[in-house]
């Protein structure tokens, strides 16, 4: 894959845009964040966020990146030189750096359970998953090496370029997933006790309704669309000029929250019938799935798949946040990717070592109150992606003119003056109050 590579078709765009958004966000962090934040009110709210600000800022960063056909920094300095906007590329950088360096250790946690869950298949033994969980995130050698072995996996594929592999895998493993995820919705749900899940989900506790959860579910949206650090600019940088945005930035994040609901549905249910709490933060996803599938006939096999399917959407996310990094890296040149691939990845797995080890050997090191991972994740998702959000709107809605963004945007004009205002107005003005708010 060259820099300046092109989808081949319009699908692929799609799957690739949808398989950068889909992936822990959507299932592991997604109901974790709604478990310890009230449940219901903090699903309205990512939804809410996800509808009015993020598809807003989604459809901005598809049009900077087709508009652009370059990497971030330069597609900016292209469209707009001699100005500072290519900063936004350089937040898009650094961002991307830091949120694979801790989402590396989820992938890695990934691949510890997915050995673990075949060679005790082979056995036969049955797994405690609530202390496999915690046995692996505090053993340093294991956890270390799983998120080197992670980052070897996204490197390689970054590296040879394998984007067409990503579309035609993508088509197989994105539906496959939904089944899945439909199939342990039914497990779950018929468990006895499985009501108190859904009104968890579903009946709002109005005492959430604060500044802090509306940031967290604000950071849960970019973070979950992956917008705000640049990487859909970079993704849309290698579709043709001639695709429409609209509707492909639509499919995207419907087809987000449809994955988040439904991992939320499969976790809930289960949690309250099992007598879980559904306040365990990062284990949740991880001690409650398998907990499902135990279940499940054949619950063992079918763990073992969706582990692979884990795996596999958590690939496709980690691809993207490299990708930022190498295109930027690489620039204009088309040739250096390989070096830059590995080069990049060394660097962003010793960034993630701390995180790695803040559920063992770093536990009792915090900063602000947080663990390591978890501030990492903090000023990621609740400052570096609004920011980088609240930017790029700006720089749609204000440095394009309207002639630019309308035919670019190609589209009714009653959508088109929505988008706009949002971009211009709701977006930049709920970003601001909601950091201001969040820092006092
Ligand atoms: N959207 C991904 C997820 O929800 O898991 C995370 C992510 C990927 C964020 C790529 C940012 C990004 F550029």
Redesign the pocket.
Known sequence: MSSRDQFASKIGFILAAAG??????????FPYMAGTNGGSVFILLFILCTVIIGLPILIAEFMIGRRGQLDPIHSFKKQAPGTPWFMIGWI?LI??GL?LSF?SVVGGWILSYLTRALTFSLTGQSLDFATLFTDIISNPWEIILSQAAFMLITLLIVQAGIKRGIEVASKWMMPLLFLFFILLFIRSITLDGAMAGIEFMFVPDWSYLNAETLLLALGQAF??????????ITYASYLSPKEQIAGSASNVAVM?IAISILAGLVIFPAVFALGYSPEQGPGLAFIMIPAVFEQLPMGGFFLIIFFILLLF??TT??I??LE?VVAIGIGRKTEGRKKASWLFAAIIFILGVPSALSFGLLSDVTILDRSIFDFVDYITSSFM?PIGALFTSLFVGYYYTKDISRSELNTSPVIYHIWLNIVRYLAPLAIIIILIRSAF
């Open positions: 950068s958004a889909i992936g822990l966000g959507a299932i592991w962090k898009g961002a991307c949120i989402y973070f979950s669309l992956s917008v705000g650090v640049a990487a859909m987000n959407a958590t996310s980690a993207a946040l930022v992606m």
